[in-house]
């Protein structure tokens, strides 16, 4: 029999599966679990954008759009940036709709890096990141955050990691994992070193629409920055939207067009039924937004509240709806303590060494769940964690 795996090229065969999925996969054949894994919202798609997308049919508009998408959704785009974030983007030739954040980011590094060129990866990071970078060629250079600066990455960190042949750097704030928020003055600091050293910027904003404590900042609105900076967002985490895969990337004029060539090529375009449905969600949609993150807050408060009575330490996060509370205390791994608690208790939790080196010792628990479902989970963790005294 040939071993079909030789045909495999090298890069794939290094590359390791999602260790959110691995716990999530496992939680799916066991009966009565709790999952607070996945990050996913827990709330269904408001009906006006289903019935968006259903109208679109009946009307049978189900041809291929546009490669850059429909028109009147990057028109829509474009006015809800420039209302809410302070940045606007001419929607002819600087908006694309990809299908989801994730296909943004991927088009993204495969039209900014040459073979070599560094990438500076905020870690705790999304478990993509890494992998895209080096799909695309590009090389993963680390710079860690931590739970003293509320895992907000400081100037000093950067300025340490930036060699001759760094390029960009990529940035996810409200951050996945930990919730950490980069505001108005950190962007500020974090600014001028991107500038002096004459770096580009990848801007993952998909948790944009989901700040609790203070308002939100877009570094592309930053003087000097908006050419210098792509604008990664979607509908799939503030509109309830993951299964729609709907997302768009906004820049200059010039990068837009190479990511499009990409985008026409292996994408054609993002599908016609969705684009209408977010049509509806980001014109008339706020309403459903704004309730979602009420609900969110609320149990954000109530399940750091929770976990720091306990004795697992947790900041509280500004963005998202995710926190990062430290397991140090039990002695045990985050792969051993999620795993251990998914066993005995029939709580899914996501280990923090996932999301790289710095994440070890924590794990992510997303509080996208009912509160009566989170009250249940943390009475859960805290009897485990009795078991381990």
Avoid at 221 to 233: F, H, Q
Avoid at 239 to 263: N, S
Avoid at 268 to 290: F, N
Wanted: glycine share 6%; net charge negative.
């Amino acid at each position: 029999m040939i071993d079909s795996t030789r045909y495999i090229a090298d890069e794939i065969q290094t590359l390791k599966p999602s260790g959110i999925r691995r716990f999530f996969d496992l939680a799916q054949t066991m009966d009565q679990v709790i999952s607070l894994g996945v990050g996913e919202p827990d709330f269904t798609t408001p009906w006006a954008v289903i019935e968006a997308s259903y109208h679109s049919l009946e009307k049978g508009y189900t041809a291929y759009t546009a490669n850059a998408g429909l028109l009147e959704l990057r028109e829509a785009i474009s006015q809800f940036l420039d209302t809410y974030f302070n940045v606007k983007y001419d929607p002819k030739e600087e908006v694309l709709v990809t299908v989801g954040a994730s296909q943004a980011i991927d088009v993204a590094f495969r039209t900014l890096l040459n073979p070599g060129d560094e990438v500076i990866v905020v870690e705790p990071s999304f478990v993509s990141y890494v992998p895209t970078i080096k799909l695309a060629g590009g090389v993963p250079v680390i710079v860690s955050t931590d739970e003293a600066h509320a895992f907000r990455l400081q100037k000093e960190d950067l300025l340490r990691v930036i060699t001759p042949k760094t390029k960009a750097i990529l940035l996810c704030s409200p951050n996945n994992p930990t919730g950490a928020l980069l505001n108005k003055a950190d962007l500020a600091d974090l600014r001028e070193v991107i500038i002096e050293h004459d770096l580009f910027v990848v801007s993952d904003e998909i948790y944009a629409d989901l700040v609790y404590d203070e308002s939100y900042t877009s570094i592309a609105s930053l003087a000097d920055m908006y050419e210098r900076t792509l604008l990664i967002s979607g509908f799939s985490k503030a509109f309830a939207m993951t299964g729609w895969r709907l997302g768009y990337v906004c820049g200059p004029k010039a990068i837009i067009e190479a990511m499009t060539k990409i985008h026409q090529y292996t994408i054609m375009s993002a599908p016609t039924m969705a684009q209408y449905g977010a049509l509806e969600a980001i014109q008339h949609g706020r309403a459903d937004v704004l309730m979602m993150k009420e609900s969110y807050q609320q149990r954000r408060n109530y399940i750091v509240k929770a976990l720091n009575e306990m004795g697992l330490k947790c900041h509280l996060p500004g963005g998202a709806f995710y926190v990062f509370p430290s397991i140090q205390s039990t002695g045990l791994s985050s792969e051993a303590f999620a795993e251990q608690l998914l066993l005995s208790e029939r709580v899914a939790v996501v280990p923090g060494h996932v999301f790289g080196d710095s994440g070890e010792g924590y794990i992510r628990c997303s509080y996208a769940a009912s509160m009566k479902q989170l009250q249940e989970a943390m009475a859960r963790i805290e009897r485990f964690l009795e078991t381990l005294k």
